[in-house]
T-cell receptor, first 115, second 117 residues
Framework: EADIYQTPRYLVIGTGKKITLECSQT?????MYWYQQDPGMELHLIHY???????EKGDLSSESTVSRIRTEHFPLTLESARPSHTSQYLC??????????????FGPGTRLTVT | AQTVTQSQPEMSVQEAETVTLSCTYD???????LFWYKQPPSRQMILVIR??????QNATENRFSVNFQKAAKSFSLKISDSQLGDTAMYFC??????????????FGQGTRLTINP
């Protein structure tokens, strides 16, 4: 399995709480991504980073924010959780270099439930 | 806009049988990458197989192979000699370039495959 980790794996939290989902990778990849996946549905990109100090929004509008202070770390924060944020969040990374295989490696995901 | 369509929400076959999962996509680009990812229950998403559009030869990885029809924009996955461990959600995905070398995956809706003993 890939060396990309997410914590917590499962989180049940009340409305209005601030939460941070952690993602870290030990492969030295410069590109990192956050996807959102509702149960049994496809994934949609919500944030990405092409390197340290870069963050960009994806296709799916999200009230979450991200930061990229270190290469290996790409946390996602929700300032005030709402039931509409209930979903699975998957982190991924890739190394887009000349000759690289373009594969994105996924973490195990965080299943978030907001009550 | 790039879209990916998987028309089979669920499939079920017996162990050792061969199964084919369908995928069609839409793009105006000439060179691109296509992927099949596997998501087992409560486990990580892992890459099954990749295809580069400029390669005419269909990709093969052990029991997994693709039938890539570029003109028809079709990218089906064939699993031979299916095993119980192949039970998973399978996603077809198209890779689209973003800025500064980043790339995003555009996923289909997924096909839930069950291998029965």
């Amino acid at each position: 399995e890939a060396d990309i980790y997410q914590t917590p794996r499962y989180l049940v939290i009340g409305t209005g709480k601030k939460i941070t989902l952690e993602c870290s990778q030990t492969m030295g990849h410069d590109k990192m991504y956050w996807y959102q996946q509702d149960p049994g549905m496809e994934l949609h990109l919500i944030h990405y980073s092409y390197g340290v100090n870069s963050t960009e929004k994806g296709d799916l509008s999200s009230e979450s924010t991200v930061s990229r202070i270190r290469t290996e770390h790409f946390p996602l924060t929700l300032e005030s959780a709402r039931p509409s944020h209930t979903s699975q969040y998957l982190c991924a990374s890739s190394a887009h270099l000349a000759g690289a295989n373009h594969e994105q490696y996924f973490g195990p995901g965080t299943r978030l439930t907001v009550t | 806009a790039q879209t990916v369509t998987q028309s089979q929400p669920e499939m079920s076959v017996q162990e050792a049988e061969t199964v084919t999962l369908s995928c069609t996509y839409d793009t105006s680009e000439n060179n691109y990458y296509l992927f099949w990812y596997k998501q087992p229950p409560s486990r990580q998403m892992i890459l099954v197989i990749r295809q580069e559009a400029y390669k005419q030869q269909n990709a093969t990885e052990n029991r997994f192979s693709v039938n890539f029809q570029k003109a028809a924009k079709s990218f089906s996955l064939k699993i031979s000699d299916s095993q119980l461990g192949d039970t998973a959600m399978y996603f077809c995905a198209f890779m689209k370039p973003l800025i500064q070398g980043a790339q995003k995956l555009v996923f289909g809706q997924g096909t839930r495959l069950t291998i029965n003993p």
